[in-house]
């Protein structure tokens, strides 16, 4: 490097490592940002002899693919016809996902999650080590992601994740956003002497160059890294996995307290104290020279407690061994280490096995497989769930906040396929029984309302004014008053538990299923959808006697509960329990996709004027159900129009003797015709003889003639 007093020459040497392109090009990258960052510097001339990566200046394959000459006649045809099978548009539609070459088996752990299958793609290497980068299918208007961790080769992967990102994006694909587990030159986020690189700031800076549109990441060592990049960051956190380990594998979890091998990472470990409602400590360390610590000063209590150390990373692991030393040597009991990032590189295998740790846990951001049969102590937890629900979310436009406080992954000791079934069953049995108590409290509400609810039923099938209609309920009394008052109090229990709870099934069901193709906001209304047909199936029933029991029409020859379910049971379904089944069910169906889809957002809306979270709910269910009442009235009034009858009293001998009059005149030489004749004969004579037979009772003729004078 040359110094003069205004222009800064950087001069690219290359014979001492002559092959190591990718590793020679970061280092120039970083020395032309560190003298960028130094004060007074007004140009910075790069002198590189050998250019990298010359001969890669154009595409020479169409869409960068590599599609089998046998097969290119056959490809090219479904693609123009829209046949194309590697687009499986039955999953997620308009997604593609590749790997990089630093850690496949987490990026097919992913896919797998997301029930897709990996893109086809091909990283190699020519003589002089530049990396070539071949996508192997169309990219063209697809989102596409592509992970790759910052482990291993660093220089190398970083090199070929910005090579992927520039090939999907010359492609023509509409959005590439980079999965990076684990964020490369994390810990050089920062000038911490004079004249150092801030190469954290400069990866963003190639990740932004190259064509990226989003970064999906996770535990940054410094949060701040989020501000050096100008395109959207999702910093994802493994605490709430964390958590779940804790609690799962340290019984003693309960008599723990979490410690901070820094100053830097005491937010993190208050954040995990906070949520296991235990205490926290922290260690002072002070360092040398990089990854040589010189002196720890411990503070906080550890004495006859397990110590379970948290830490967003380690690499040669001196910081964490000495940390647990020192806990030991002031009385704590165990020790555990728990890492997001295992780095582990030169000594960290051999001081891991000689510390007093209990286990080390980290999770797969990195490749840990082989570090594992070298050292026992070291557990994995698996973080692919996330990564996966956060690229879903990312897809169909969702927000991935759910994902800092809620555990999606499963850790070692579960099977994917326990956490997808035990999980979500568990709290839609919580919504079945919410539902099922807060209808059973609404039952107190229905019996003061009862008598509101009966006159307006009267005005509906008697065509009568508010007044006749609560001065006829007067004169009947109490007991008539609250006649067919069961069956709504059953049902509107029975009713709350089956539509809550399973539209929030359904609505589980549909977000987390990979074929979903409609849009967030309408899955609310499409599952509240399937729960209106389930209710109509079920309580259509439950309507129908609780009309019939309301109507007085009904009251001489249906004076119980038990005459009714009597006679509906004499009937055909469809004019028994079932009638006015179809009215029924466009009317539930409507009102459940209505309330579901325009709570939420009118909830939302209230909540931003300042109220409680209480008072927003309850005024937003308050006019959402207004407004359906008021949409839904018609198919009400129709409902119980129909349902209030049961069509079979008798309405005298006219009625058969004109059926028997028009078959007759059908013809007496057909002896089908005669048949019929017959056989309306003696049903005739048998309507008739019960008629001359049945006499009514006293009450019966007073009802009957109180009923007639007030019709007058």
Same mark, same amino acid.
């Given at each position: 490097m040359e110094?003069?007093?205004r222009?800064?020459?950087?001069s690219?040497?290359?014979q ?7 590793n020679?090009?970061?280092?120039l990258l ?7 960052d130094?004060l007074?510097t007004q140009e910075?001339l790069t002198?590189?002899?050998?250019f990298?990566?010359?001969?890669q200046t154009?595409k020479?394959?169409c869409?960068?693919g590599?599609?089998?000459?046998s097969d290119s006649?056959v490809?090219?045809r479904?693609?123009l ?6 687009l ?9 996902i ?6 496949p088996d ?17 990283t ?7 990396t070539?980068?071949?996508?192997g299918e ?5 989102d596409?992601y592509i992970?790759q ?7 190398d992967?970083?090199m070929e ?10 492609a023509s694909a ?10 490369p030159?994390?810990?050089?986020d920062k000038?911490?002497?004079s004249r150092a690189?801030i190469?954290a ?5 190639m990740?932004?160059v190259s064509g990226?549109?989003?970064i999906i990441t ?8 989020q ?17 779940k380990?804790i609690?799962e594998?340290?019984p003693?979890?309960k008599n723990?307290?979490?410690?901070s091998?820094?100053?830097?990472? @005491?937010?993190r ?6 949520r296991l409602?235990?205490d926290f ?5 002070e360092?040398?020279?990089a990854?040589?610590v010189d002196r720890m000063?411990?503070v906080?209590d550890v004495t006859?407690?397990?110590?379970i150390?948290?830490?967003?990373m380690?690499d040669?692991c001196?910081t964490?061994c ?19 990032h295992g780095i582990?590189?030169?000594p960290?295998?051999s001081?891991i096995?000689n @510390?007093c740790f209990e ?5 797969n951001?990195i490749?840990q497989?082989e570090?594992m049969?070298?050292?026992?102590k ?6 692919s769930?996330i ?10 436009g969702?927000s991935?906040?759910y994902l800092?406080?809620?555990?999606t992954?499963?850790?070692m000791t579960e099977?994917?396929?326990?956490e997808?079934?035990e999980e979500?069953?568990?709290v ?9 108590t807060s ?5 107190i509400p229905?019996?003061?309302v009862?008598?509101?609810?009966k006159?307006?039923f009267r005005q509906q099938?008697h065509?009568t004014?508010?007044?006749?209609a609560?001065?006829?309920?007067y004169k ?7 006649r ?12 709350g538990?089956?539509l809550?709870?399973?539209?929030d099934?359904l609505?589980r069901?549909?977000?987390l299923?990979?074929q979903n ?5 309408a899955?609310?209304a499409?599952?509240g959808f399937?729960?209106g047909?389930v ?7 439950f309507?129908?006697?609780q ?6 029409q ?11 379910l009597?006679?509906?049971?004499a ?5 028994g329990y079932y009638r006015?089944f179809?009215p029924?069910t466009v009317?539930n169906?409507l009102?459940?996709s209505l309330y579901?889809?325009l709570?939420?957002p ?5 909540a931003?004027?300042g ?8 005024i937003?269910g308050?006019?959402?159900s207004m407004a359906?009442?008021l ?10 129009n129909m ?7 008798c ?8 059926l028997h009059q028009?078959?007759s ?6 002896p089908v015709n005669?048949e ?11 309507t ?8 009514p009772?006293k009450?019966?003729?007073?009802e009957?003639k109180?009923a007639m004078k007030?019709e007058?």
């Amino acid at each position: 490097m040359e110094i003069g007093k205004r222009t800064w020459k950087i001069s690219y040497i290359v014979q001492k490592r002559l092959w190591e392109i990718n590793n020679n090009l970061m280092e120039l990258l970083i020395m032309i940002n560190a003298c960028k960052d130094c004060l007074g510097t007004q140009e910075v001339l790069t002198v590189i002899p050998c250019f990298p990566y010359a001969r890669q200046t154009k595409k020479d394959s169409c869409c960068l693919g590599l599609f089998d000459p046998s097969d290119s006649t056959v490809a090219r045809r479904r693609c123009l016809f829209g046949q194309n099978d590697a687009l499986d548009h039955n999953k997620m539609p308009n997604i593609k996902i590749f790997s990089g070459s630093s850690h496949p088996d987490l990026s097919q752990k992913i896919a797998d999650r997301l029930g897709l299958e990996l893109g086809k793609v091909v990283t190699k290497k020519f003589s002089n080590q530049e990396t070539c980068v071949e996508i192997g299918e169309s990219v063209r208007g697809e989102d596409v992601y592509i992970v790759q961790s910052g482990c291993g080769e660093i220089n190398d992967n970083l090199m070929e994740l910005l090579i992927m990102i520039n090939a999907c994006k010359i492609a023509s694909a509409s959005r590439v956003t980079a999965v990076i587990p684990c964020f490369p030159y994390a810990r050089q986020d920062k000038k911490d002497k004079s004249r150092a690189p801030i190469s954290a700031k400069l990866v963003a800076n190639m990740l932004s160059v190259s064509g990226a549109d989003h970064i999906i990441t996770m535990d940054l060592h410094a949060s701040q890294i989020q501000g050096f990049f100008d395109i959207p960051v999702d910093n994802l956190y493994a605490e709430p996995a964390v958590l779940k380990w804790i609690k799962e594998n340290i019984p003693e979890w309960k008599n723990c307290i979490i410690v901070s091998p820094d100053a830097g990472g @005491a937010k993190r470990v208050t954040s995990i104290a906070d949520r296991l409602n235990v205490d926290f400590a922290l260690i002072h360390k002070e360092r040398k020279k990089a990854n040589e610590v010189d002196r720890m000063v411990l503070v906080g209590d550890v004495t006859d407690r397990v110590a379970i150390l948290v830490d967003d990373m380690a690499d040669t692991c001196g910081t964490i061994c000495h940390a647990a030393d020192k806990l030991i040597s002031a009385g704590a009991t165990k020790v555990y280490a728990i890492l997001t990032h295992g780095i582990f590189s030169g000594p960290a295998i051999s001081r891991i096995n000689n @510390a007093c740790f209990e286990a080390v846990v980290v999770t797969n951001t990195i490749p840990q497989e082989e570090k594992m049969k070298h050292c026992p102590k070291i557990q994995v937890i698996d973080i692919s769930m996330i990564l996966a629900e956060a690229i879903r979310r990312t897809h169909n436009g969702e927000s991935v906040s759910y994902l800092f406080s809620h555990h999606t992954g499963s850790t070692m000791t579960e099977s994917r396929d326990s956490e997808r079934d035990e999980e979500p069953s568990m709290v839609r049995l919580q919504s079945y029984l919410l539902g099922g108590t807060s209808s059973l409290l609404s039952t107190i509400p229905t019996l003061i309302v009862f008598p509101v609810y009966k006159t307006v039923f009267r005005q509906q099938i008697h065509n009568t004014s508010v007044h006749q209609a609560v001065e006829q309920l007067y004169k009947e009394g109490p007991v008539k008053l609250y006649r067919g008052v069961a069956p709504p109090l059953l049902m509107r229990t029975l009713n709350g538990t089956l539509l809550f709870g399973l539209q929030d099934t359904l609505l589980r069901q549909l977000s987390l299923s990979p074929q979903n193709i409609i849009s967030t906001s309408a899955l609310p209304a499409l599952a509240g959808f399937g729960a209106g047909i389930v209710e109509a199936v079920v309580f259509t029933p439950f309507e129908r006697i609780q009309n019939v029991l309301q109507n007085s029409q009904n009251d001489r020859h249906l004076p119980t509960l038990k005459t009714v379910l009597v006679r509906l049971k004499a009937q055909r379904l469809a004019l028994g329990y079932y009638r006015g089944f179809l009215p029924v069910t466009v009317r539930n169906t409507l009102g459940s996709s209505l309330y579901f889809g325009l709570k939420g957002p009118i909830c939302t809306a209230v909540a931003g004027q300042g109220l409680s979270p209480l008072a927003s709910s309850f005024i937003s269910g308050t006019l959402t159900s207004m407004a359906i009442s008021l949409t839904l009235y018609p198919l009400s009034v129709l409902v119980a129009n129909m349902q209030a009858q049961t069509h079979l009293t008798c309405r005298g001998p006219s009625r058969r003797a004109s059926l028997h009059q028009k078959s007759s005149k059908m013809g007496d030489s057909n002896p089908v015709n005669q048949e019929v004749e017959q056989f309306n004969k003696q049903k005739l004579r048998k309507t008739l003889t019960h008629e001359k037979t049945y006499k009514p009772t006293k009450e019966e003729i007073e009802e009957e003639k109180k009923a007639m004078k007030d019709e007058k």
